[in-house]
C-alpha cells in the first residue's frame, strides 16, 4: 500500500500563487509516475501536471507557462507550484502516483476568487 498526503492549496485572487507537496509513504521502494490532477464541481477529473521518476514532465495546455512540476526523490515527495491563477483553476486537487497501481490522495481544496 502506498499512501499520499496532501499540503497547500486554499484560497487566493486571482493573479496570486499558491504551491501543493505530496508526500508518500508505505511501499515506495519504486515509485514511477507522480502528479497532479483536479476535478471542479460538475466535471471529470483531469491531468494538471506529472513527472516521471527521471524527471520527465507533461503538463495540461491549462497549465503550461503557470504551473511547474517538481519532484525529490529522497523525500518521496511531488510538489505542484502554481502562479498566475485563474478563477477557473479553481478545483479539489488530488496527488497521483502509480507503483504498480494507481493511488490517490484525499485531495486539497484550490480557490481562486475573481
Known amino acids: 500500500q502506498v499512501q499520499l498526503v496532501e499540503s497547500g492549496g486554499g484560497l487566493v485572487q486571482a493573479g496570486g500563487s499558491l504551491s501543493l507537496s505530496c508526500t508518500a509513504s508505505g511501499r515506495i521502494f519504486n515509485i514511477n509516475d507522480m502528479g497532479w490532477y483536479r476535478q471542479a464541481p460538475g466535471n471529470q477529473r483531469e491531468l494538471v501536471a506529472r513527472?516521471?521518476?527521471?524527471?520527465?514532465?507533461n503538463l495540461a495546455d491549462s497549465a503550461k507557462g503557470r504551473f511547474t512540476i517538481s519532484r525529490d526523490n529522497a523525500k518521496n515527495t511531488v510538489y505542484l507550484q502554481m502562479n498566475s491563477l485563474k478563477p477557473e483553476d479553481t478545483a479539489v486537487y488530488y496527488c497521483h502516483a502509480y507503483v504498480e497501481r494507481a493511488y490517490w490522495g484525499q485531495g486539497t481544496q484550490v480557490t481562486v476568487s475573481s
Open positions: 513527472i516521471t521518476r527521471a524527471g520527465n514532465t
